[in-house]
């Protein structure tokens, strides 16, 4: 009976990885509020029903929409960084790590985010404008939105874990939804999950998604492309003893610093 309470067994590392996607998840909020905040008030009176659908509040919530994302991108890459980890047992200081990668990634992690935002919301314009022309023009741009949305998957944990520029990085991320394209199917469930919850339950599951709302998709999704990202990762030669033992000591002496 003890040996299920051991720090080594299968419950109490199950315990420390949820604990550590929960904190993962409150890190990424942080960066998200501006966001959330943002369109809350610009749009919730019209999602609530309080106020008449107008077709300019959508137009500003989308142009400031834009500038308040920009510290979501590089939180996101460093939570994929981290998710990455947890998922291949590769030991790492949870904190540190996630504000190294927001750190070494900000500046191409904002103009992604950025990017993303700015077509999502041409696309919900185009929708709003050409709302009463013919249903082939909606089935079209469904589709167009379906596949920018599948390549939106990959880009942060691309960024996270192969350094490339952002041309490539986009161009990647649609190679990587096409060659995996059942497990990326099923990360556009994993992702949808919260706002299918919140439609269930509404108000209810605020507490559940301020815990897991961005890190436990993520960490489905993680557990979904780990294995595709081997496939393109260097491989590492193998090192003598010796090697081993400096690698090491130069790892101890970087935590440290």
């Known amino acids: 009976m003890g040996r299920i309470f051991d720090?080594?067994?299968p419950l109490m590392r199950g315990l420390t990885k949820m604990a550590d996607v929960m904190w993962i998840n409150v890190l990424t909020l942080v960066f998200a509020l501006p966001l959330l905040v943002e369109q809350f008030f610009m749009l919730g009176?019209?999602?609530?029903g309080e106020q008449e659908f107008a077709f300019n509040y959508v137009l500003?919530?989308?142009?400031?929409?834009?500038?308040?994302?920009?510290?979501?991108?590089?939180?996101?890459?460093?939570?994929?960084?981290?998710?990455?980890?947890?998922?291949?047992?590769?030991?790492?200081?949870?904190t540190k790590t996630f504000f190294k990668s927001f750190k070494e990634n900000f500046v191409q992690g904002?103009?992604?985010?950025?990017?993303?935002?700015?077509?999502?919301?041409?696309?919900?314009?185009?929708?709003?404008?050409?709302?009463?022309n013919a249903v082939v023009y909606k089935y079209i741009l469904f589709a167009v939105s379906l596949i920018l949305y599948l390549a939106s998957l990959y880009i942060f944990p691309l960024l996270a874990k192969f350094v490339n520029t952002i041309p490539g990085t986009i161009k990647n991320a649609f190679l990587m939804a096409i060659l995996a394209l059942p497990k990326t199917i099923a990360m556009a469930i994993v992702t949808l999950l919260p706002f299918v919850l919140y439609y269930l339950m509404d108000y209810k599951v605020v507490p559940i998604l301020f815990l897991f709302g961005f890190a436990g998709p993520g960490y489905l999704c993680a557990f979904l492309y780990s294995e595709t990202f081997k496939k393109f990762e260097p491989k590492e030669a193998e090192l003598s003893e010796e090697e081993e033992l400096d690698n090491a000591i130069k790892k101890i002496d970087e935590e440290d610093q």
């Not at 500003?60 to 998710?83: C, E, N, R």
């Open 7 to 9: 720090l080594d067994s």
């Open 45 to 48: 009176p019209i999602l609530m």
């Open 60 to 94: 500003y919530a989308w142009l400031f929409g834009i500038i308040a994302s920009i510290p979501l991108g590089p939180a996101l890459t460093g939570m994929h960084f981290v998710l990455l980890k947890i998922v291949r047992d590769e030991e790492s200081y949870v």
């Open 110 to 132: 904002m103009i992604l985010m950025v990017i993303m935002f700015a077509a999502g919301g041409i696309l919900l314009m185009d929708y709003l404008i050409m709302k009463g």
